[in-house]
């Protein structure tokens, strides 16, 4: 079926919104287009937070008198308070704006439906619901945060058909470009997935690890796409005992971008990262009130819950998850994780050394099911995307692939 004009001009709004990707968290992506009465477009804009100006105030001012009377394309509601700038909808109506085509209602529950209300009032003809799914895929992370002040988390892992993340020493990744200052090339996935990964990155306003992957890959864990970013990637290390090496990459490298989440540690330890520029917080332990005391027996795992907690405080909307099996199992059991991406190479470890990318299994009572799923190729491997939970708290439905 033929797409329409006014699903052509959305796509090309939603497009200038995915601009914004690394630039405007933590506010949501935002694209605009108005078209004229004969077709053409007279005013394009898109919101990076830096920027301060909306993407609807950006291509009125662009279009100018060519906005009076003609068609406003935005892939989110305008907003209807006064924040950094003020209300959207006001400077809509002021312009002489005669229709506005959008994809969704804001996802904030405290101005949901109200920017609308003020445009209609207006006089201005408004259409809403066009494109809604990519417009509500594009703002997921803003709409988990806005909602719960927590961010979107993403459980991302690489591995083969058989569930392997790593050879049985634990490396998971080519061993002869660690250490060189160069990226380390994935061990088990292709360079098409690696690519994806720093797309990934790019869109994340945080990446997550466990100290063990620190130990065992030494890996930067930075965004390496090459795209601009108005904040850098926070690398979040989970590490309850403070046993990351001084001389990892990730510490050698740090430029007040690193967090490292410990439970307990020896205060010199603690003061030689800080004087590194890394911040050290401490988060209490899985099961106990107390941050710094740990009985006897205990397994020293900091409570992920307070973990987020402590990132949605930072205003931190976006976490990717890049652990290892134990940190992908404690994330999936404390019911942090929203999301999945998992790619699969074709390959096959095979026998009972090598590394599962999870470090227990569940019942079939206690099993999770993930919905939404989604099907990506990256050259010879593939990817599987699925939700634990919806970003904008609606019931999640099983999509038939048929």
Known sequence: MAKTADELFLAQALELARQGTGLASPNPYVGAVIVDERGRIVGRGFHTYAGVKHAEVLAIEVAGEKARGNTLYLNLEPCSHTGRTGPCADAIVAAGIGRVVCSMTDPNPMVAGKGFEKLRAAGIEVEVGLLEDEARKLNESFARFIRTRLPLVTLKSAMTLDGKIAQASGISRNPTALGSGQASTNYITGEASLKKVHEMRHASDAILAGVGTVIADDPLLTDRSGLPRRRPLVRVILDSRLRIPLESRVVRSAQDDVLVLCSFAEEHKLRELEQRGIRVEHVPLTGLP?????????????????????????????????????????????????????????????????????????????????????????????????????????????????
């Open 290 to 402: 107390h941050e710094f005391s740990a009985p006897a027996g205990h397994d020293g795992r900091p409570d992920l819950r307070s973990v987020f907690d402590l990132l949605g405080n930072l205003d931190i909307t976006s976490v990717l998850v890049e652990g290892g099996a134990m940190v992908n199992s404690a994330c999936l059991a404390a019911g942090v994780v929203d999301k999945i991406f998992l790619f699969f190479a074709p390959k096959i470890f095979g026998g009972e050394t090598a590394v599962p990318w999870l470090s227990s299994g569940r019942s079939m009572s206690e099993t999770l099911s993930v919905k939404k799923l989604a099907i990506h190729r990256y050259g010879d491997d593939f990817a599987v995307e699925g939700y634990l939970r919806d970003p904008y708290g609606d019931p999640l439905q099983i999509v038939s692939s048929n």
